[in-house]
């Protein structure tokens, strides 16, 4: 939840609180504030700032959503439903600019790892429905919105199902 320079900070801090245990010859003090620090640097890398960039994308805000998760610096450190997440938000990001070919690559990598709710994979498979549908791969397109009926999703998502349907039946 917190990005890599209150990390930073919270770490720098923690390790002065340290020196200053020593000193006063409070080991055990000093023992737990270093497993404290520890936890800080394990949850950078476990959990990076997946919860962060996801904040963003809900208010809609893609630029900031990538800005925060360019500072995930190794992305395959993180837990398998974060890493999961993390390709979630990015593939959102790369919708958001029209970048269908890493797009695609991130929600199949999500979906690999997994997301937290039936929800968030039904909006993958309409993504890719989506992706797919412009690539002109219409039975991919179909078994991914067969995929996604076949789930519990947000109703509000009817009118996004039906637009891509008609594409379908565009191409075709």
Known sequence: MFTPLVRLLMAILGLSLIIVYFQKGSTQ?????????????????KNGTVYLAWQKIKKQDFAKAEKILLQTKYPHFLKKEQRG???FTKGLVEASKNNSENARRNFMEALKFGVRTENNVAIINLNLAEIEAERGNINEAKLHLQKMRSMKYNPSWESEITKIENKINIVQ
């Open 85 to 87: 997440f993390y390709h």
């Open 29 to 45: 003090s000093a023992y737990i504030t270093l497993f404290g620090v520890a936890l800080i640097i394990w949850g950078y890398f």
